[in-house]
Antibody
Framework: EVQLVESGGVLVKPGGSLRLSCADS????????MNWVRQAPGKGLEWVSS????????YYADSVRGRFTVSRDNAKNSLFLQMNSLRAEDTAVYYC???????????WGQGTQVTVSS | DIQMTQSPSTLSASVGDRVTITCRAS??????LAWYQQKPGKAPKLLIY???SLESGVPSRFSGSGSGTEFTLTISSLQPDDFATYYC?????????FGQGTKVEIK
């Protein structure tokens, strides 16, 4: 069974940093591109970042480029999101999600809550 | 960047109704479109990929159509479990973009 389990979400002050993790199991992690998608309270889904299976291709939304860094450790079946210079508008549930080869997202984690507030 | 626009934002319907949600892309995305269903407090669930392909395990009352810039998600006979928010997403190019969502409410 495919499982994506996010962790690392906490309350952090504006300007602070946070590292989210996503532990993956039930599939060959190194064969899949992965994504981070977020959802602010009461709002819609917002794509944040994607990373290819071998980390060669990495993409970011304009809203996070230069502040967030996505990475993965295929040996440990893990996906990461390093979040720096956090702002109130980064407050959201952050989902880890798997890409199929064509690009559609077929599995999602349960999400981890990030709150940026003083 | 490609923008995705869904309509309507909210839809009130009754069990048994036929429901149609529209998604428009700001430029052609061929058939690289997915539809997701999300219930409160839960992660999204993939319903339709490549505009019209039904994801395994998804009831056949869900169908997708369209190509280029105009797409629709149809629920042929709305069931109690279908009251949720639906999102389209293009995966033709980066940055990926979601529509703003359509909430299907009980009439």
């Amino acid at each position: 069974e495919v499982q994506l389990v996010e962790s690392g979400g906490v309350l952090v002050k504006p300007g602070g940093s946070l590292r989210l993790s996503c532990a993956d199991s039930g599939f060959t992690f190194s064969s899949y591109g992965m994504n981070w998608v977020r959802q602010a309270p009461g709002k819609g889904l917002e794509w944040v970042s994607s990373i290819s299976d071998s980390s060669i291709y990495i993409y970011y939304a304009d809203s996070v480029r230069g502040r967030f860094t996505v990475s993965r450790d295929n040996a440990k079946n893990s996906l990461f999101l390093q979040m720096n210079s956090l702002r109130a508008e980064d407050t959201a549930v952050y989902y880890c999600a798997r890409n199929r080869a064509a690009g559609e997202v077929d599995y999602w984690g349960q999400g981890t809550q990030v709150t940026v507030s003083s | 960047d490609i923008q995705m626009t869904q309509s309507p934002s909210t839809l009130s319907a009754s069990v048994g109704d036929r429901v149609t949600i529209t998604c428009r892309a700001s430029q052609s995305i061929s058939s690289w479109l997915a539809w997701y269903q999300q219930k409160p407090g839960k992660a999204p669930k993939l319903l339709i990929y490549k505009a019209f392909s039904l994801e395994s395990g998804v009831p056949s009352r869900f169908s997708g159509s369209g190509s280029g810039t105009e797409f629709t998600l149809t629920i042929s006979s709305l069931q109690p479990d279908d009251f949720a928010t639906y999102y389209c997403q293009q995966y033709h190019s980066y940055p990926r973009a979601f529509g703003q969502g359509t909430k299907v409410e009980i009439k």
